[in-house]
Each structure stands twice: as structure tokens, then as C-alpha cells.
């Protein structure tokens, strides 16, 4: 899967504020990402699957002042579990890790969730 951010301009960034008593303008550059799944059903509602993403861009200017160090590149690998529990019921468990990032901190996602399926079991 792929997709793109956009960002509109912000015309009273800091504006009037006690850092800037004129008009300043945010923009951000688009950010692009790239997002990929490999799963395996073991049976129905019963699958696991291996996820990793990347995202690029987002360089922010001021006033049309390239603001350094603002380019973001980042990815995460990790994993998912669902299993379920009765016709309409299953849990998921999901895991998640940095592995490159340019601003910002790396840090581990750890995730349960409970869903429930009005539809029932697939034939």
C-alpha cells in the first residue's frame, strides 16, 4: 500500500504570541509512505501476519525558510496474531519496533485488542 500526507499552509503560526509579534507561515513538504503485509491464514479468523512500513518527507519551512533538520525518514517492523474465541469474538496481539528513524526516538508498540464481528464465521 502507498499514500501521501499533504499539509495546508498555517498562516498564524506563532503569530502574536510572545516568539513572534509578526505574521509567520508553517509549511510542511508531502510525506510519503510505503506500507507492506504478509500474512498467512491458518484457518478461518486464525491468522498471523509480518508488517513493515516506511515514510519519507515533511521538511517544514518558515516565512519560506527551510527549517534544517526537519526531513523525516522512518520505518517499523512487526507483527500481528488474531485468534479467535467464538463465532462472533476474536482477540488480536500486534508488536511493533523502530528501526530507522531520523527525528524522533525508536520505540516498541505492544498491542491487545478484542473484536467483535457482527457477520459471524465466513463460510
Request: glycine residues 12%.
Amino acid at each position: 500500500m502507498g499514500g501521501v500526507w499533504l499539509f495546508t499552509a498555517n498562516n498564524n503560526y506563532l503569530t502574536g504570541s510572545e516568539f513572534s509579534q509578526r505574521q509567520n507561515t508553517l509549511t510542511e513538504a508531502p510525506v510519503g509512505a510505503i506500507e507492506m503485509h504478509l500474512s498467512y491464514d491458518v484457518k478461518p479468523r486464525l491468522w498471523a501476519s509480518v508488517d513493515g512500513n516506511y515514510w519519507y518527507g515533511g521538511e517544514t519551512t518558515v516565512n519560506n525558510v527551510l527549517k534544517i533538520g526537519t526531513l523525516q525518514s522512518n520505518s517499523r517492523i512487526g507483527g500481528t496474531v488474531s485468534v479467535p474465541l467464538t463465532k462472533h469474538q476474536s482477540v488480536k496481539f500486534s508488536y511493533s519496533d523502530g528501526e530507522l528513524a531520523r527525528i524522533g526516538g525508536t520505540f516498541q508498540t505492544v498491542s491487545f485488542a478484542w473484536q467483535y464481528s457482527w457477520l459471524g464465521r465466513p463460510n
